[in-house]
T-cell receptor, first 114, second 108 residues
Framework: ETGVTQTPRHLVMGMTNKKSLKCEQH?????MYWYKQSAKKPLELMFV???????ENNSVPSRFSPECPNSSHLFLHLHTLQPEDSALYLC?????????????FGEGSRLTVL | QKEVEQDPGPLSVPEGAIVSLNCTYS??????FMWYRQYSRKGPELLMY????GNKEDGRFTAQVDKSSKYISLFIRDSQPSDSATYLC????????FGAGTRLTVKP
């Protein structure tokens, strides 16, 4: 596999469910990111990890919990979500963590919260 | 005022037309300017990267940055149906800010 891989591609969950999104990058990058993409709104940066350490948390509600066990894997654990959390969740990676270089995105996980 | 403004469209043009996509921004500290292309059901991919002001050309694509006006543009010449996608501008200094994206359809 190459690039950035996200699973699952689609997820439907109830407000009381617990689920996780997974991201894996095969590019040897040091930084990984979670973004939220909603219709007609700019990409919202949620979390940044650099060398497995969280370096940024953009005031994301605690119902979203990231985990980065190593530089190649990133998870987003979801629990007690709200319908307004329905969106496309994009994982990205980059060589550096300053977030001004090229970002390589996965295809996203489309989340629907009922 | 939003930090980055981008008209979400949608924009529809006939094949062969010249397309102009634009973003304005408010933070004069921005130095990195990018355009990402996002096909339906795919993640964004980098299309053009420009540092500071000026023009950059790559095939049918030209990126322009006017820092004095805080305005960036992406021109697509001889547009093709395969150019149909959402185009996101992005810019920053220590971090990156994205526009909302403009959805473009090129009709055969």
């Amino acid at each position: 596999e190459t690039g950035v891989t996200q699973t699952p591609r689609h997820l439907v969950m109830g407000m009381t469910n617990k689920k996780s999104l997974k991201c894996e990058q095969h590019l040897g990058h040091n930084a990984m990111y979670w973004y939220k993409q909603s219709a007609k709104k700019p990409l919202e940066l949620m979390f940044v990890y650099n060398f497995k350490e969280q370096t940024e948390n953009n005031s994301v509600p605690s119902r979203f919990s990231p985990e980065c066990p190593n530089s190649s894997h990133l998870f987003l654990h979801l629990h007690t979500l709200q319908p307004e959390d329905s969106a496309l969740y994009l994982c990205a990676s980059s060589q550096e963590s300053r977030n001004t270089g090229e970002l390589f995105f996965g295809e996203g996980s489309r989340l629907t919260v009922l | 005022q939003k930090e980055v403004e981008q008209d979400p469209g949608p924009l529809s043009v006939p094949e062969g037309a010249i397309v102009s996509l634009n973003c304005t921004y408010s933070n004069s500290a921005f130095q990195y300017f990018m355009w990402y292309r996002q096909y339906s059901r795919k993640g964004p991919e980098l299309l053009m990267y420009t540092y500071s002001s000026g023009n950059k050309e790559d095939g049918r694509f030209t990126a322009q940055v006017d820092k004095s006006s805080k305005y960036i543009s992406l021109f697509i010449r001889d547009s093709q149906p395969s150019d149909s996608a959402t185009y996101l501008c992005a810019m920053g200094f220590n971090d990156m800010r994205f526009g909302a994206g403009t959805r473009l359809t090129v009709k055969p």
